[in-house]
């Protein structure tokens, strides 16, 4: 498994969640980010799919970090939201901030990540894809309209246009 571009090894990762390495395929993506990397910026919310805050991407996909194990991405390309601006996505977060979009703080990690693979497969997403999108992002502060408003920037800035 590669996390931000870097291979991470499978002794020390194991070690540092407290397991054998023949138990790490069985631990959770997310644990092994959080507690074996030291990668924090995924965060444990229902811990069940449902609320997208540990989102990140596997081999540029969307995915809940708490519903996939270890051994399921052996081989795979992780990307957190530590290695977001590594990736090109510096003006996304910048245009977060600008926007005001970060309110508690507390989903956007998984809403960034979400975000980017979008625009990733769709450099200028209309409004129904955003929706679809961020479907599997719950925001308690109800900060969707900027989440919209950040892509919509992201996506001129992109293509030429102000941000």
């Not at 571009?5 to 499978?10: A, K, L, M, N, Q």
């Not at 997310?30 to 449902?50: I, N, Q, S």
């Not at 970060?102 to 980017?116: D, E, F, H, K, N």
């Amino acid at each position: 498994m590669r996390v931000n571009g870097v291979s991470v090894d499978p002794a020390a990762t194991a070690a540092a969640l407290g397991l054998g390495v023949d138990d790490l395929p069985g631990a959770r993506l997310l644990d092994v980010l959080r507690d074996g990397l030291g990668l924090t910026g995924a965060k444990e919310g229902c811990g069940m799919g449902e609320c997208g805050s540990c989102t990140v991407l596997v081999d540029g996909r969307a995915v809940c970090s708490c519903l996939v194990l270890q051994g399921q991405v052996a081989d795979a390309d992780v990307e957190t939201v530590e290695g977001l601006a590594d990736r090109g996505g510096a003006d996304l977060q910048e245009a977060f901030v600008r926007r005001q979009a970060v309110q508690c703080g507390y989903c956007i990690p998984g809403v960034l990540m979400s975000c980017a693979a979008l625009l990733d497969r769709s450099p200028d997403p209309s409004d129904d894809e955003i929706r679809a999108a961020l479907d599997g992002n719950l925001c308690r502060c109800t900060g969707y309209n900027r989440f919209h408003d950040v892509l919509h920037d992201v996506a001129r800035g992109r293509c030429g246009g102000a941000s």
